[in-house]
């Protein structure tokens, strides 16, 4: 599976609403993954952003929310989820406040980029129900390769409506052709 973002990040606990530093993963599947070390043995926390985030804040816009001793409160990162709880994230400075809170915004809208070997860019995707991704190792560490297939079944009607239309004339054919032994008799 491909890794959009991954980083450091302050992490606030749910029940005693302490600070832990953990190692964070964003998959392209929306999975918000937070892990003890940056090894990614020790699974800790999972969050599916696709289905239950509502929102995410950054900055001064985090209201209620107190970040840790030696961080400001611009580092900060809240995110909403759909059961009314709130996942609240502290980075170490605030422009990368700003790039986790617009990779999580653009994961929770659900794009899936493509690399562009001619024009050396990435091209967004929009991925809905018509379509298949497959995610495949790349060359080297850290590569993915993305396969966006497309709806397999998109011009079936033409198709069917060309058999048909060829079915027809097979039938007509053949039909003429059946009778033939008849009249040479």
């Known amino acids: 599976m491909a890794l959009l973002k991954s980083g450091w990040l302050w992490r606030q606990t749910s029940v005693l609403k302490r600070w832990k530093l953990n190692w964070c993963d964003l998959w392209i599947d929306g999975s918000l993954c937070f ?12 969050i599916c952003l696709k ?30 989820l759909a059961s009314g709880s709130s996942v609240n994230l502290c980075a170490n400075s605030e422009d990368e406040s700003i790039a986790w809170k617009l990779t999580l915004l653009d994961t929770r809208r659900n794009p899936v980029f493509t690399y562009d070997p001619y024009d050396d860019s990435y091209q967004a995707v929009p991925i809905n129900s018509h379509h298949t991704v ?8 850290g590569t993915h390769q993305v396969v966006v297939q497309r709806d397999p079944f998109n011009g079936v009607a033409e198709h069917l409506a060309l058999g048909l239309l060829a079915g027809m004339a097979a039938g007509t054919a053949m039909r003429s052709f059946l009778w033939m032994p008849i009249f040479f008799c």
């Open 35 to 46: 892990y003890k070390t940056d090894s990614r043995r020790d699974l800790e926390h999972r």
């Open 134 to 141: 497959y995610i495949t190792p790349g060359a080297g560490p």
């Open 51 to 80: 289905t239950t985030c509502i929102d995410v804040r950054s900055g001064l816009e985090c209201e209620g929310v107190t970040p840790p001793e030696s961080n400001p409160r611009e580092n900060l990162i809240v995110v909403q």
